[in-house]
């Protein structure tokens, strides 16, 4: 039931802005853009969310398209520890509903 | 950020035993609890979903009668693994979500089942 559609795998020079894209074509008004990601062998880590504007955390940066149908999560400066799955995940703003994991963007920082 | 903890980590285990894994919200109260499971080098897959007090609702596939769900508090969810065959050892990993409007998930760190 994921909504989403990720490139399989990416790599990034260490030190280099990681931009991982993510189509979501189908998104409702309602619906989020959740970004997690998961280090081998552990629980998914949150790293960001938007409705319609670009956000900005302490771990990265989201850029949504004004019409909402793709998104790219920008790592500034990554490091060998972001060697991850990157997923994007669409879901509505209610309580309650499910996250449906695609296949996510297996992203590999290259020294 | 929140905190939720899974217990145990890790599980070996003889084919036919039960065997429960517990997840606490360890900061908050976690209004829905979720449950996934993970193959090696597959996503997560959604088991069901479970509500304080109430039924949890299974995803098509999974058997309802065999990853038993309780969620008797709104801390602590527990999945217990019926009869485990060898086709159950997997990663399981619980969510939980505060409730408020944009409902981040916060995950645990995962239980490791390895079924003999």
């Known amino acids: 039931d994921a909504k989403t559609t990720q490139p399989t795998s990416m790599d990034c020079a260490e030190g280099r802005a990681a931009n991982l894209p993510c189509n979501h074509s189908t998104i409702s008004g309602n619906e989020y853009v959740y970004w997690y990601r998961q280090i081998h062998s552990q629980g998914p880590q949150y790293i960001i969310h938007g409705l319609k504007n670009n956000e900005t955390n302490e771990m990265a940066s989201l850029i949504i398209t004004e019409d909402r149908k793709s998104s790219t999560l920008i790592l500034p400066h990554a490091t060998l520890r972001d060697t991850a799955v990157y997923y994007c995940?669409?879901?509505?703003?209610?309580?309650?509903?499910?996250?449906?994991f695609g296949t996510g963007t297996s992203l590999t920082v290259i020294p | 950020g929140a905190v939720v903890s899974q217990h145990p980590s890790w599980v070996i285990c003889k084919s036919g035993t039960s065997v429960k894994i517990e997840c606490r919200s360890l900061?908050?109260?976690?209004?829905?609890m979720f449950w996934y499971r993970q193959f090696p080098k597959q996503s997560l897959m959604l088991m069901a979903t479970?509500?304080?007090?109430?039924?949890?609702?299974?995803e098509q596939g999974v058997e309802k009668d065999k990853f038993l769900i309780n969620h008797a508090s709104l801390t602590l969810s527990t999945l217990t693994v019926t009869s485990a065959h060898p086709e159950d050892s997997s990663f399981y990993i619980c969510?939980?979500?505060?409730?408020?409007?944009?409902?981040?998930?916060?995950f645990g760190e995962g239980s490791r089942l390895t079924v003999l």
């Open positions: 969510s939980a979500t505060r409730g408020r409007p944009t409902g981040e998930l916060f």
């Open positions: 479970s509500n304080e007090g109430s039924k949890a609702t299974y």
């Open positions: 900061d908050f109260q976690a209004t829905t």
């Open positions: 995940i669409v879901r509505p703003t209610h309580t309650g509903n499910q996250f449906y």
